[in-house]
């Protein structure tokens, strides 16, 4: 399984799109979400797509800004951000699952940055 974040930047506000190309695995059959880390905390959770009921979760901070996507087709997840904030700078990772504990033996990529400045 690997995962390889791209997409991230400096922007003063506006938007950016995030990918995560999956291989190892077929994407349409799998839960996945993702997550991002700030400087000096902890990694949270950022959003959730189910493979089957195409449900999508958001962590109340992103709520009707960000959007998570698929394409089956090109095994990507993406996350489109739009309205950025100061607050969402942080670097960004994909991974499989509903929590990341569910496939804890997957190696984390190497994430994408995400700064926004004020």
């Known amino acids: 399984v690997q995962l390889v974040e791209s997409g991230g930047g400096l922007q003063p506000g506006g938007s950016l799109r995030l990918s995560c190309a999956a291989s190892g695995f077929s994407l349409n059959i799998f839960d996945m979400s993702w997550y991002r880390q700030a400087p000096g905390k902890e990694r949270e959770f950022v959003a959730h797509?189910?493979?089957?009921?195409?449900?999508?979760i958001y962590t109340e901070s992103v709520q009707g800004r960000f959007t998570i996507h698929r394409d089956n087709a090109k095994n990507t997840v993406y996350l489109q951000m739009d309205s950025l904030k100061p607050e969402d700078t942080a670097v960004y990772y994909c991974?499989?699952?509903?929590?990341?504990?569910?496939?804890?033996?997957?190696?984390w990529g190497q994430g994408t940055q995400v700064t926004v400045s004020s």
């Open positions: 797509d189910n493979a089957v009921a195409a449900q999508k």
């Open positions: 991974h499989r699952g509903r929590d990341w504990s569910q496939y804890a033996g997957d190696n």
